[in-house]
């Protein structure tokens, strides 16, 4: 037999390759705790961190002071550093306010490099944790601030610090997932370099309306820019949105509650025409351009939904596409349309339009079938396209007219009852009325239910019987009102606090 020159070779093979799968397992194991479970410790399982704690009802685990050590790597530039201690010095202050304290369980929702999470762990806040896109381990976990990896009530402190809610495409997720994981009495803190204006700070706090306000004001931000620091606590026990709803909406149906800053708005809007246009076809319609469009005026960001309700909408490029789609300021905002349109006539094309939503019933006070007439202002020129198509008037109601012929009756349905149906007052609401002379039905209606407070920015046409084009020294005998019931009724809306404007 030849002597075993070769085993001990063999042998050494095999143990080398043990020995390096096992490295590999390690290192795959190793790789995969910390990336995939951010380091954290599951009994009996590999220990990376071992002071880590449990967030109480959190699916992610949160590293603890052994965190600080390890990320002495990150702090090496200086702005890192000095980022750091802003935060420090930031938390300080809400320490001593109380609104933070070592005990706290804290998030920082959006950061993205940790700074704001690492100051709270360095001033002895092990219970911390971020919330980023992209995890950024120990420091940040996984989680977007419309979708947080928490349990409900797991929170005693939230920060959104650097613009972080300004930069939201969803703030109402946003404040929906905060509500969510907060806990009652717990605090959250915002810094923001909108709400600059007192309407968009207002609905900044309609957009947290589970939390009271405890303070705001402007504060250097991390660039030091100027920015503002809100800190606000949740309510202890919930407060129902009906509570809240009413006590926006005022403590009577018919009174919306008109703070000073949105009386501020109506007093700089642009003047009323007081005297009565001798040329109204021109006078009104170069009135538009007088308009102080609210949304040139105040910031609309964080508001839930953005609604241009369009009542009397006629054809798609009458209104919506030539004036609301062009010419109102809309802040970059995507707005939910609805016309309101009750001539057959215009059906048709709303069905290729996408985001528009096509109402196909008259405006009215209630849920009722209408009978018409298609009113033809003689001194009008005739429609130049739509064959001298006239509008839709509703005159009698199917209870005071009878023996119509069915061609002449359409359904009218209750916008009033629609309007606080569809929208709430988290939401900005953009209202254009032309409707026939109708407005002085539906108008008192919309301030008796109080929907008319939903309505941010309202512009109508008020239909009297105005001087005529054709023919000097004649009034139109198409309409009964005068300029000075027009007149009262806008003054009037203005006095209750609407932000009206004369459409022509
Ligand atoms: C906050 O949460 C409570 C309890 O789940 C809920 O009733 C309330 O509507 C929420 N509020 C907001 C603004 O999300
Ligand atoms: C709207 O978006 C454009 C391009 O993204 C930007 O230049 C502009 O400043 C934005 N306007 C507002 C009011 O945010
Ligand atoms: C009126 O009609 C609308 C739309 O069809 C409907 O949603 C609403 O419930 C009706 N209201 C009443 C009081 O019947």
Not at 189 to 196: D, G, L, P, Q
Not at 328 to 344: G, H, M, S
Not at 464 to 488: E, M, V
Request: charged residues 25%.
């Amino acid at each position: 037999m030849e002597p075993p020159t070769l085993k001990p070779n063999l042998l050494r093979n095999i143990l080398i390759r043990l020995l390096s799968f096992g490295v590999l397992v390690f290192a795959v194991r190793f790789a995969y705790i910390v990336t995939v479970k951010g380091g954290s410790c599951d009994s009996g399982d590999f220990c990376f961190f071992p002071e880590n704690l449990n967030i109480r009802g959190a699916s992610v685990r949160v590293q603890s002071v052994s965190a600080v050590s390890d990320v002495g790597h990150l702090s090496t530039t200086k702005k890192w550093r000095g980022s750091v201690d802003y935060y420090s010095s930031i938390f300080q202050d809400l320490i001593s306010e109380g609104s933070l304290s070592p005990n706290s369980i804290a998030l920082c929702i959006e950061t993205q490099t940790g700074e704001d999470v690492l100051a709270l762990k360095e001033m002895g806040i092990v219970d911390s944790v971020g919330i980023f896109k992209k995890a950024y381990p120990p420091l940040i976990v996984h989680g977007e601030a419309h979708s947080q990896p928490f349990g409900a009530d797991t929170f005693d402190f939230e920060f959104s610090g650097n613009g972080g809610l300004d930069r939201s495409a969803r703030p109402a997720e946003f404040a929906a997932e905060i509500n969510r994981t907060l806990k009652p009495g717990g605090f959250l803190v915002i810094h923001t370099s909108a709400a600059k204006d007192m309407y968009s700070f207002n609905s900044l706090l309609e957009l947290f309306n589970f939390c009271i306000l405890i303070r705001s004001h402007e504060i250097d931000g991390v660039d030091s820019s100027s920015i503002r620091e809100v800190v606000m606590k949740k309510h202890v026990e919930i407060l129902g949105f009906e509570a809240r709803e009413s006590s926006l909406s005022g403590n009577s149906a018919n009174k919306c509650s008109v703070p000073g800053y949105k009386r501020e708005i109506i007093r700089n809007a642009e003047p009323l025409i007081l005297e009565e246009p001798l040329k109204p076809w021109i006078t009104l319609k170069r009135n538009i351009k007088n308009v102080k469009y609210l949304t040139s005026v105040v910031d609309i960001s964080y508001k839930n939904r953005y609604v241009y309700v369009d009542v009397g909408a006629r054809s798609y490029g009458s209104s919506i596409a030539s004036w609301f789609k062009k010419q109102y300021p809309k802040q970059n905002k995507t707005f939910d349309v609805y016309a309101i349109e009750a001539d057959r006539a215009f059906h048709e094309e709303y069905k290729r339009k996408k985001r528009v939503k096509l109402l196909p019933y008259a405006a009215w006070v209630r849920n009722e079938t209408l009978f018409f007439e298609i009113t033809r202002d003689p001194g009008k020129k005739v429609m130049p396209k739509g064959g001298g198509m006239g509008r839709i008037h509703p005159v009698k109601t199917s209870s005071s007219y009878m023996g119509h012929s069915d061609t002449n009756k359409i359904e009218g349905f209750d916008l009033a009852d629609w309007l606080k149906s569809t929208v709430t007052y988290r939401d900005f609401v953009v209202m254009k009325m032309d409707v026939e002379g109708t407005e002085f039905h539906l108008i008192p209606r919309l301030i008796q239910t109080g929907a008319i407070c939903l309505i941010d920015e309202f512009f109508f046409e008020c239909h009297y019987n105005r001087w005529q084009r054709c023919c000097p020294g004649q009034r139109s005998a198409k309409y009964q009102k005068t300029y000075a019931q027009c007149l009262d009724l806008f003054t009037s809306l203005r006095e209750s606090g609407v932000l009206v404007h004369q459409w022509w």
